[in-house]
């Protein structure tokens, strides 16, 4: 009897157990997704939405030929020119399923809109690019949504006020070394590293109130390696913002090798200002008082985590060094293929005197570089492709059904894409030679807000754009004009020939997109 009492018990307590665990599955799982099921079909049926095109896939449930396709373009240098084929074929909007994961792929400027600036909220980066991109950043304005990236945001505003960011005097002292660097004899110089480390130069002056001296003769050996890996570590950063669900199988020494020389160089650059605020404890404690505002100095004054102080700054860095470096690369890669766009180029500048370049205004004034950059940023974007997740179920306001025209509901965490390769690229805006460089198209250009996006829009509007396009000008006058440099005086370039075997631009994709086999030049300077 005792036995038959204790068996019935553990029976009843298993059974007891299976009742509760059944109706808790039901309250807070099954009954859950039910009504969010019925909310998001009455939300799709009063908004008239429809799913947009699909991507065609042979594996119908996980899209392993999809995933497959995508990273071929993305070895061969085509990632790019891959979407605007899909673009012209599936329409402006289109969903692919890759890996198993629905991703919604979009160059409608009416959802670009939606995205970036009248639903800003309900979209988000840090879901997508945190992980990712945190292993060599941290945590910072680049890779964070809510009121750690509105904070962060306010302190790196400052850094682009008008006084500062059009300072091209101070900026001058960094292209006066780079013209002592080249070759005067037309020897084939690679213009990519050149530019890389004239940025670097100047960023880090901006930031931490220190030059690396890499335009030297006898450059910063510690320096050098940090821009070689800050590199690497952007590509491999590209790879796992890509592959997120496989990161795990990524096994990459030399990738935690550069993260740790990244923030081992960052952090030496943090423990300098910190020495510096200390031994001028008024400018450390009162930046406003300092003619020029540094970041890292401003940092230290009001946080006290070192590693959070190293993060920001390499976030900021990151903004500032690669926009800046890569369109100017990306201009004389378009220049030394175009020699009547160089030449009419030099006609515009041979009158002004070199010592005006230095005001800002001169450099406004010439209209025919400010159309040179547009053309450059609308073919080769330095921001080649972007993405957002959506945080909350979301519309978008068009883009679905079999003409593109209805809304398309967009459930949370959701990834939507957008290329800007392919956006500049549509013949209805930019006629039917949109796939030409030719910066006399901006001439008469009508071109909507949305349909050209070379620096973002909306909130995250990339806050250096005016300090970038303004110094890739200042670069491009200056080694076409000449002037003082270093020791002596540059001649100016009488005209750029093109040293690469390989015409096409190339795309290399590190979290920007720029070329893989970088700007190979010859030189004829004037006499």
């Known amino acids: 009897m005792l036995e038959f009492l204790s068996e019935w018990l553990r029976s009843s307590k298993v059974f007891i157990v299976f009742i509760l665990f059944t109706l808790a599955l039901w309250r807070y799982v099954i009954l859950p997704a039910y009504r969010q099921r019925l909310?998001?079909?009455t939300k799709i049926q009063q908004h008239g939405c429809q799913p947009p095109p699909s991507l065609p896939r042979k594996d119908p449930i996980f899209g392993v030929d999809v995933a497959f396709?995508?990273?071929q373009s993305y070895r061969s240098g085509q990632r790019s020119a891959s979407f605007k084929a899909q673009h012209e074929q599936y329409g402006s909007t289109f969903q692919s399923i890759a890996l198993g994961k629905t991703r919604i792929f979009t160059i409608d400027p009416a959802n670009l809109r939606a995205i970036f600036s009248t639903n800003f909220h309900d979209w988000g980066v840090q879901p997508l690019r945190l992980g990712p991109w945190g292993l060599m950043l941290g945590k910072g304005v680049m890779n964070m949504d809510g009121s750690f990236w509105k904070h962060s945001r306010e302190m790196v505003q400052p850094l682009f006020r008008r006084e500062q960011a059009f300072d091209l005097v101070a900026f001058d002292r960094h292209v006066a070394r780079l013209l002592e660097l080249l070759p005067r004899h037309g020897e084939t110089v690679d213009l990519q590293p050149l530019f890389a480390r004239l940025i670097l130069d100047f960023t880090t002056e901006f930031l931490f109130g220190e030059c690396c001296d890499c335009l030297t003769p006898h450059p910063n050996e510690d320096a050098v390696r940090f821009l070689d890996a800050f590199h690497y570590g952007q590509a491999a950063i590209g790879k796992r913002t890509q592959l997120p669900y496989l990161s795990i199988f990524i096994t990459d020494q030399k990738f935690w090798r550069a993260v740790r020389t990244?923030?081992?160089?960052v952090g030496e650059l943090v423990d300098h200002a910190a020495l510096r605020c200390a031994g001028s404890p008024k400018d450390g404690a009162d930046n406003a008082s300092r003619k020029r505002y540094v970041l890292a100095d401003e940092l230290l004054r009001t946080h006290s985590d070192l590693n959070d102080i190293r993060?920001?700054?390499?976030n900021t860095f990151l903004a500032a060094h690669d926009t800046t470096a890569v369109l100017m690369t990306n201009v004389f890669f378009h220049l030394a293929r175009h020699p009547a766009v160089y030449a009419k180029l030099r006609?515009?500048?041979v009158g002004v005197d070199p010592g005006s370049l230095a005001n800002p205004d001169t450099i406004k004034s010439l209209p025919y570089l400010h159309h040179i950059v547009l053309e450059t940023s609308r073919l080769t974007p330095v921001v080649g492709q972007s993405a957002r997740m959506a945080l909350?179920?979301?519309?978008?306001?068009?883009g679905g059904g079999p003409d593109n025209s209805a809304p398309v509901y967009v459930p949370a965490g959701t990834s939507v894409q957008f290329n800007f390769f392919a956006l500049h690229r549509r013949e209805p805006?930019?006629?039917?030679?949109?796939?030409?460089?030719r910066p006399e198209r901006w001439d008469a250009a009508r071109v909507g807000h949305w349909d050209f996006l070379p620096f973002i829009a909306g909130p995250r509007t990339c806050p250096a754009q005016e300090m970038a396009v303004l110094q890739v000008k200042y670069v491009v006058a200056r080694m076409v004009v000449g002037g003082q440099s270093g020791q002596g005086a540059f001649p100016g370039i009488r005209a750029l020939e093109n040293r690469d075997e390989c015409w096409e631009f190339v795309e290399r994709y590190r979290i920007t997109a720029d070329s893989r086999n970088g700007c190979k030049v010859a030189l004829a300077l004037s006499c």
């Open 311 to 314: 993060n920001q700054l390499l």
């Open 69 to 71: 396709r995508m990273f």
């Open 392 to 398: 909350r179920d979301t519309i978008l306001p068009s």
């Open 39 to 41: 909310i998001r079909r």
């Open 429 to 437: 805006v930019f006629g039917p030679d949109a796939g030409a460089y």
């Open 347 to 349: 006609a515009e500048l």
């Open 262 to 265: 990244v923030q081992d160089f």
